[in-house]
């Protein structure tokens, strides 16, 4: 498709196997957008693409993941608030019939949408390094291992007794991420085989874990970090990493000639009503009759 659509916050860009969704910076934009930057989206990792009424005169366009696609959404667990959820693109009302415009065109790329969870990440996790301050300590990732440094301050007698902790990704199972925003937020690293028998039931008394508090471990930083220690913890396990299936590229299916020309008289409303550009509409036009 090759075309783009800004909303407030972020402008989604669309192509024929992917989109691509590039995040402003500003003072207003959620800094968890700020933090992720921009995240190319494959079309096999989205199930569902709905439009509907926002708040003071928006439109939402929001496209839905495969569970287990997206490590980002896979670590949140549900957790995010509606403004934070990276999936949502919040337009001005007056844009709903382009924004209908390219819910249709996903759709049809999509067709019935893949409902069975990924085998495997179809999105790239946020890249390392990278290191957050939590309450109770330090943590930080390289690519390889999660470090712990403790606080002198904040962490338990039973960390300090424990000392500093340093953790092979090939070690370890998963993350559990509990948002700073509720109650008892904390990142905990899973163990394959802890060293001495179950884990602790409390992060604070777990050597695996950091704890947040107010002004520690804030959801743009410890977020993304759970979500890259997730995505190499999968695909790094005690032996060699397992093979990644190279991508298969399926051929678009050829569209019915009655639903491109309704395609291409919407497409005609919208040049008429100034949504989009002499240029757009041409280039658009004339790939919607390449398909024919």
Not at 8 to 22: G, P, T, Y
Not at 248 to 272: K, M, N, Q, S
């Amino acid at each position: 498709m090759g075309d783009v659509l800004a909303g407030f916050h972020a402008a989604w860009e669309f192509e024929s196997d992917s989109v691509l969704i590039r995040f402003e910076r500003g003072i207003r934009t959620p800094r968890l957008f700020q933090a992720l930057g921009e995240r190319r989206v494959p079309l096999e990792a989205i199930t569902e693409v709905t439009l509907s009424a926002g708040r003071r005169g928006t439109v939402v366009l929001h496209a839905r993941p495969r569970p287990g696609a997206d490590p980002l959404m896979e670590a949140a667990d549900g957790q995010l608030k509606e403004s934070c959820d990276p999936y949502r693109l919040v337009l001005p009302a007056d844009r709903e019939r382009l924004a209908e415009y390219y819910a249709s065109e996903l759709r049809l790329l999509l067709g019935d949408g893949d409902e069975t969870p990924a085998e495997r990440f179809l999105v790239a996790p946020p890249e390392a390094p990278m290191q957050f301050k939590a309450y109770d300590g330090k943590a930080s990732f390289d690519g390889k291992a999660v470090a712990f440094r403790w606080s002198s301050t904040g962490a338990s007698s039973a960390k300090w007794k424990a000392g500093d902790q340093n953790f092979p990704v090939a070690d370890l199972s998963g993350v559990t991420w509990r948002s700073p925003q509720g109650v008892e937020g904390h990142l905990r690293l899973l163990r394959r085989e802890p060293a001495c028998g179950a884990q602790p039931d409390r992060p604070d008394q777990d050597p695996a874990a950091v704890v947040f508090g107010l002004g520690y471990g804030s959801v743009h930083e410890s977020l993304p970090f759970a979500a890259a220690v997730l995505a190499a913890a999968r695909t790094t396990g005690p032996g060699p990493a397992p093979a990644v299936p190279a991508p298969v590229t399926v051929p678009a299916p050829r569209r019915d000639p009655a639903d491109i020309a309704e395609r291409i008289r919407h497409l005609g409303e919208l040049h008429e009503a100034g949504l989009v550009t002499d240029e757009e509409f041409a280039s658009k036009k004339a790939e919607l009759l390449a398909e024919l």
